[in-house]
């Protein structure tokens, strides 16, 4: 596959978990690939395993949730870079506390960083996208936007407004050729795949639990170049759970 070579990917949140396996990804496929996350340790390993492959990647520590941040960063992309090809906005946090319990404070930082956080980069990429005739945006939601366990509020209203955010600004930059798509991981391991029990696996369709590398693949496959009649949609990656109906016996 030569459709990333020399283009510039950047990857937010990928100082480890799904993001660093994404970034890996796109190092392997010869892209200039530019690391993003508050987690300068986590960027730093995440660079290290980049070039053991024999690869170069950027770190740029910035944090999502304050848009003055995210401009500095695609200024200096711009400088640096003169463009973005692909934008992989992956950069989350995660909140589970009773709503009783969770103060306004706590829901804003979430929204600030999973949602408003992955609205200011898309704008931010879509500008340069722009200017060198398009690129593609994925959008890292979870099926936690489609179901939910108690608790998740704050979570699951941005990974649901995170869908809703991927179809208008699919429709508002597609004269740009621009593509915005989002993938809705369900369980993905990123700890110990080999601590699983055969219940943790056997519970879904697919008969295993996912991988950081199944989300990679669909990024790859959501932002190739041929395949740019793909656009809007939201990608659920979840070995079959959320269509399996569960009743207790």
């Given at each position: 596959?030569?459709s ?14 799904i993001?660093r ?19 300068t ?5 995440t660079l ?30 711009q ?8 934008l ?29 956080g992955?609205f200011?980069?898309?704008k931010?990429?879509?500008?340069l ?13 979870s099926?936690?936007?489609?179901m ?17 955010l ?25 700890g110990?795949?080999q601590k ?5 696996h056997?519970?879904h ?19 190739d170049?041929?395949n ?10 979840d ?11």
């Amino acid at each position: 596959m030569d459709s990333f070579q020399q283009k510039t990917v950047i990857v937010t949140g990928a100082g480890g978990g799904i993001g660093r396996t994404i970034a890996i990804t796109y190092a392997l496929q010869d892209a200039h690939v530019i690391l993003v996350d508050q987690n300068t340790v986590g960027l730093h390993q995440t660079l290290h395993e980049i070039q053991a492959e024999g690869k170069i990647a950027y770190t740029y520590t910035v944090d999502v949730s304050q848009p003055n941040e995210i401009e500095t960063l695609f200024q200096e992309i711009q400088e640096k870079f003169k463009r973005v090809d692909v934008l992989i906005n992956n950069a989350g946090v995660g909140l589970f506390k009773s709503i009783y319990d969770i103060s306004v404070d706590e829901w804003d930082h979430v929204m600030h960083t999973n949602l408003r956080g992955t609205f200011v980069c898309s704008k931010e990429a879509a500008k340069l996208m722009r200017n060198n005739g398009g690129g593609s945006i994925v959008n890292i939601s979870s099926t936690r936007a489609l179901m939910s366990e108690p608790n998740s509020e704050a979570y699951a209203a941005t990974k649901g407004g995170i869908i809703s955010l991927t179809h208008a600004l699919a429709v508002s930059l597609g004269s740009d050729g621009i593509t915005v798509n989002a993938i809705s991981p369900g369980w993905i391991e990123t700890g110990d795949y080999q601590k699983l029990t055969p219940l943790d696996h056997q519970q879904h369709p697919s008969m295993r639990v996912g991988k950081p590398e199944d989300i990679a693949r669909a990024c790859l496959y959501l932002t190739d170049p041929k395949n740019d009649f793909i656009t809007g949609t939201n990608l659920v990656i979840d070995g079959g759970m959320t269509r399996k109906m569960i009743y207790e016996e």
